[in-house]
């Protein structure tokens, strides 16, 4: 089994930075991609970043060129860096770990973050 617990959430000003991060603990090593999803008010669960054992990053469209993950293997925790943060920003960040080995996939409790305009 996996736990994820993020933290770093809060309310920040557009144009503004947060960092959150998320501390994975248990069967940790068998974890092959970490990512960050976003879900706004009355909407689907997006991808916003994901980031591979190997190093290898992917992010969403509107968030490129803003935002930054990356991944500390000996600490088992991922980040994700956010600057320019925009009001559309806005929502629950969870952290998502993904085993393929195991075909399961592990989900944080969430984080808020709310950017004001």
């Known amino acids: 089994q996996v736990q994820l617990v993020e933290s770093g959430g809060g309310l920040v000003q557009a144009g503004g930075s947060l960092r959150l991060s998320c501390a994975g603990s248990?069967?940790?090593?068998?974890?092959?991609?970490m990512g960050w999803y976003r879900q706004a008010p009355g909407k689907q669960r997006d991808l916003v970043a994901s980031i591979t054992s190997g190093g290898g990053t992917n992010y969403a469209d509107s968030v490129k060129g803003r935002f930054t993950i990356s991944r500390n293997n000996a600490k088992n925790t991922v980040y994700l860096q956010m600057n320019s943060l925009k009001p559309e920003d806005t929502g629950v960040y969870y952290c998502?770990?993904?085993?393929?080995?195991?075909?399961?996939?592990?989900w944080g409790q969430g984080t808020q973050v709310t950017v004001s305009s």
């Open positions: 248990g069967s940790i090593s068998g974890i092959d991609v």
């Open positions: 998502n770990a993904v085993s393929f080995r195991r075909s399961q996939t592990y």
